[in-house]
């Protein structure tokens, strides 16, 4: 009878303790699913590259598989005198086309640019994950490698959230360089910055700890980031451009806010990156500080049946 009792006191607390934890877990993954990630499938305009300013005969659309079996795709722009050629990471938001008025002006700069859809965005397949979209990023990396010219400088380009997960890539793959516009420092800092009045930081993660990254950086790094941004304070721009102890810049943009860069000083971004790209050092690829095996064993029996599902429901256009 006493040790009947003994165990319910025992297993009461246990039950009790894995029941919580449990919520605060599914609570993490559902702020991660609700808050992060805002895809779209449809364009801004169309999915003509010439609707954003893009000669026609300057892009050339690709579809690359990832290791998990997800479609992810993308437009490769060539400049006409190229200097570097970037991989773009893109933000939270809408999908390739959302961002793509930018392109013409990175052409300008001198820079090749690949832009790619994660899962779950524009024409991709799939579903977005942190993980998963990390997983996305390291995969477009090595397929970037693939399809630009070897001469050229390869650049790292991330916007906000695409700068947390540029971040993570570059744990994964090298490049010479790394860009980082309106960028913040960690998941529950943003968080806390986003909703002060709530403590929806305790269920962030630290999956994009930037800051810890770049504290280890061995590549050239430019910082961009406006002075009056209102979703990510510049002050993160600062302490990322401070813990970085490799070569560095910044260039802040006057009055500017969080999606309008661009358009607010559009000759200094240019010269920012076109600088930035002729004086990054050639052959100096930084090595990636924390390997990572993308694939697992489940990988091939996930491909199997995402391939399955794609002849029903998904069909890529001819290349």
Same mark, same amino acid.
């Given at each position: ?7 319910? =006191? ?19 993954? #559902? ?27 300057? #892009? ?63 024409? *991709? ?55 980082? =516009? ?30 810890? #990254? ?30 970085? *102890?490799?070569?560095?810049?910044? =260039? ?39 390997? #990572? ?27």
């Amino acid at each position: 009878m006493r040790r009947g009792k003994k165990l319910r =006191q025992i297993a009461i607390p246990l039950i009790v303790g894995g029941a919580a934890i449990t919520a605060i877990d599914l609570a993490r993954r #559902v702020f991660r699913h609700t808050q992060l990630f805002s895809p779209s499938p449809d364009p801004l305009r169309s999915w003509k590259p010439e609707d954003y300013g893009i000669a026609r005969s300057a #892009v050339t659309e690709h579809w690359f598989e990832t290791p998990d079996g997800e479609m992810l795709y993308a437009w490769y722009c060539r400049s006409p005198r190229p200097i570097a050629s970037a991989l773009f990471c893109h933000g939270n938001t809408g999908n390739l086309t959302t961002f793509a008025d930018i392109i013409p002006h990175l052409l300008d700069a001198g820079i090749n640019v690949m832009y790619f859809d994660y899962r779950g965005f524009g024409k *991709s397949s799939g579903i977005p994950s942190i993980n998963g979209i990390i997983s996305d990023g390291a995969t477009a990396a090595r397929f970037h490698d693939k399809i630009r010219p070897k001469a050229l400088p390869s650049i790292l380009y991330g916007y906000s959230l695409g700068g947390a997960v540029a971040a993570q890539v570059i744990k994964r793959h090298p490049f010479d360089g790394l860009i980082l =516009q309106s960028t913040f420092t960690t998941l529950p800092m943003i968080v806390r910055v986003l909703f002060p009045r709530l403590p929806l930081h305790l269920f962030a993660g630290n999956l994009f700890d930037t800051v810890s #990254v770049i504290r280890r950086l061995t590549i050239p790094l430019l910082v961009i980031h406006g002075a009056d941004d209102e979703v990510v304070p510049c002050s993160m721009a600062h302490e990322l451009f401070d813990s970085c *102890s490799s070569t560095k810049k910044m =260039q802040i943009i006057d009055r500017g806010r969080h999606k309008d860069l661009w358009v607010r000083d559009c000759d200094s971004m240019v010269w920012a990156i076109n600088r930035f790209a002729v004086d990054l050092p050639r052959h100096t690829r930084h090595i990636p500080l924390e390997p #990572v095996h993308e694939k697992t064993l489940l990988d091939p029996l996930l491909r199997s049946i995402r391939r399955a599902l794609r002849r029903k429901t998904f069909s890529p256009l001819p290349l």
